[in-house]
């Protein structure tokens, strides 16, 4: 009697196991686009349906959002035009890089200045036609 139990069993697990691969599987959906001076790709997959370009545009929005605060590509941005500010007038700037500095002194403070976020690149980039004559 256990034999026949065992291979019951056996059985069902594997009439389980081949129905539930047969069953309709979840499709990848796919996002692409430009952010930050690069590209973005995100795969990713859902059990019921959704309303891929609704959220493609809540990406895009919140991407651009975080450009428009704290890109080094754009020169519109609020960290680009901190960074080049040469007047003693203030910025108004968002929550965001209030705690980017913060995070940056505390980052300074614990390495005893080696990360020192107050200053530029000590040699900047040679000019293209410089960089294929080295």
Known sequence: MLKVNTLTRFFVIAIALFASSCSQQATT??????????????TFWAEHQIDKK???????SELQRIDNSISNYLDSSVISR??????????????????LFSAAKAISIQSSGCYDPTILPCNPPPPPEKSKQL
């Not at 959906?29 to 995100?42: F, V």
């Not at 609704?54 to 895009?60: K, L, N, V």
């Open 54 to 60: 609704q959220i493609e545009a809540e990406i895009t």
């Open 82 to 99: 901190f960074n080049t500010n040469d007047s003693l007038e203030s910025i108004e700037v968002n929550q965001e890089i209030t705690e």
């Open 29 to 42: 959906e796919t996002i692409s686009g430009w952010a930050q001076g690069t590209t973005y790709h995100l």
